[in-house]
């Protein structure tokens, strides 16, 4: 298969880890007889400052022309202090969300057997935790009306959805959860908004087109407390924009980490593949960033275009660098010292020789002197 790939690394961390996406896509080429090739552009605060944009035309004319879109992280903390800031990072992404119309963001969230004991929460609690997050991407208070009074004392800004928006997503929710335990919960705040009122009423619609599918609905703040307490309890989560950013940033505790969490944003011409986590900028240049968000955000790409086989090997090699304890320092209690690029190349080379443990690799790459 020919793809061209956008690849977006943005700010902090994301080129570091949008690097490890990148090499582990190649590789995957390489094995499997594709031929991808990759166009960076510019997004976010590293655009801002080169171009004065934090989303240069050139950048949506090259994901526009892509097939996908590999994305970083975007932001920066010098913004983050400065409320008065009319040019910010962020709208860079939610430009592009916007302009490739990615309405549709898809988090799966699944605890790691090995990394059960990473995660601050009990055991028992979210052990075999397996759900994913349909959040919409393109509507809601992210994009609606923003308004300040002229002498600064009164802000406001407005949750509006249409049903259409509502409809689409909802649709690929239910057809995901068609294909899992056939269960979807739709998380809103109808006891008190408008807008989630309107969620319920078109959800419930569109339900009776999927009859195997068992409908469930719970307000966010009842949503933010089971889902770690039980998290097992859901399936498909669905839910709007600003509930699903938030819901799915908690969801990274099950995990262990939030560097661990993957996502795709799919529109119907365009899409695109990030991790859910920022860009830590306190975090830049250091080599301790976890690459595997990324990496999975890469595997969702392979998933999009049927590659099951390719994208399978991504994730065994993710998993198999989580067995051994290839991880950086956010996971990693045994050994000091694994960077970004380690584990990228680990994961590179499990891609190539998916056969072997590679033990050799490991110990050469642990820096330590064994002969096997
Ligand atoms: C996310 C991020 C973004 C969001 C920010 C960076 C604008 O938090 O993708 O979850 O709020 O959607
Ligand atoms: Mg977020």
């Known amino acids: 298969m020919k793809l061209n790939i956008g690849v977006l690394p943005g700010d902090g961390i994301g080129p570091e880890v949008t690097a490890q996406a990148v090499k582990v896509l190649k590789a995957i080429a390489i094995e499997f007889n594709h031929i991808f090739t990759f166009d960076k552009a510019l997004v976010g605060a590293v655009a801002i400052d080169k171009t004065g944009s934090p989303l240069p035309d050139e950048t949506i004319e090259i994901c526009k022309k892509a097939d996908a879109i590999l994305f970083g992280a975007i932001g920066n903390t010098k913004y983050d202090d400065d409320p008065d800031a009319t040019i910010r990072p962020e709208q860079g ?38 759900l994913v997050i349909y959040r919409e991407l393109t509507g809601g208070i992210y994009f609606g009306e923003q308004k300040l009074s002229a002498d600064g004392n009164i802000a406001s800004d407005t949750c509006e959805y249409q049903r259409f928006e509502i409809e689409r997503i909802a649709h690929k929710a239910f057809k995901a959860a068609q294909s899992r335990k056939r269960k979807l919960t739709l998380v809103d705040k109808a006891n008190v908004l408008e807008s989630s009122r309107l969620w319920r009423r078109v959800v419930k619609d569109i339900a009776k087109q999927y009859p195997d599918v068992k409908l469930d609905y719970t307000y966010i703040d009842n949503a933010a407390m089971d889902l770690i307490i039980n998290p097992r309890q859901f399936d498909v989560i669905l839910t709007e924009n600003m509930f699903g950013d938030i819901l799915s940033e908690e969801a990274s505790v099950i995990v262990g980490s939030i560097g ?113």
């Not at 430009?95 to 055991?123: C, F, M, Q, W």
Request: aromatic residues 6%.
């Open 93 to 130: 992404l939610l430009g592009l969300r916007k302009a490739l119309d990615l309405h549709t963001n898809i988090r799966p969230v699944i605890a790691y057997e090995d990394l059960l004991n990473k995660s601050s929460l009990k055991v028992k609690a979210i052990k075999d935790t397996n």
């Open 260 to 372: 661990l969490l993957a996502s795709a944003s799919i529109g119907d011409n365009h899409v695109m593949f990030e991790p859910i986590h920022g860009a830590y900028t306190k975090a830049a240049n250091k080599g301790i960033a976890n690459p595997i968000a990324s990496i999975l955000s890469a595997a969702m790409l392979l998933d999009h275009f049927g590659l099951d086989e390719e994208a399978n090997r991504v994730r065994e090699g993710v998993d198999k660098s989580l067995k051994l304890h290839i991880t950086t320092p956010d996971l990693n209690n045994k050994y000091d010292h694994i960077s970004t690029t380690k584990v990228g190349d680990f994961i590179e080379d499990f891609i190539h020789n998916p056969d072997e443990t590679n033990l050799n690799f490991t110990n050469i790459h642990l820096g330590q002197s064994t002969i096997i």
